[in-house]
């Protein structure tokens, strides 16, 4: 990748934010749990990087399903994450009272969810595309 004005800040912005992460964590140890996570995370996501595209499954005489259909798809997805998503402070404050180090666990996995679902919606639908070429 070429240098440009925005990679630059990126990089920049970076540096900065790992070395206040860094101060944090030596001066606080749940700072630097919280650290842990967000790079546990950061690599769970880096390796998702690396897994192969979705094979196209070829379909014979079969029609494309309608765009109407497809919205409905998306709309229940869509309504049945953000219902999910109503529940999960409640779930994270009642396990933070046991555990506060839990309860941001399970928070963090809860938003991680959220888009390992779309993301898995968006391969399958990849995948069942009609091939153009």
Request: net charge positive.
């Amino acid at each position: 990748m070429k240098p440009n004005i925005f990679s630059i800040i990126l990089y920049a912005g970076t540096a900065v934010v790992v070395a206040a992460l860094a101060y944090g964590s030596y001066k606080n140890a749940t700072v630097a749990l919280s650290v842990g996570l967000c790079v546990v995370i950061g690599l769970v996501v880096y390796a998702f990087r690396f897994l192969p595209e979705p094979k196209k499954i070829a379909r014979q005489g079969a029609a494309a399903p309608s765009s109407r259909s497809q919205t409905r798809q998306a709309a229940v997805v869509v309504a049945v994450i953000f219902g999910l998503m109503l529940l999960v402070p409640t779930v994270v404050l009642w396990i933070g009272r046991y555990s506060p180090e839990l309860g941001a666990f399970v928070g963090a996995i809860a938003l991680m969810a959220i888009f390992l679902i779309l993301w898995l919606r968006s391969r399958y639908q990849r995948s069942h595309e009609p091939d153009e070429s």
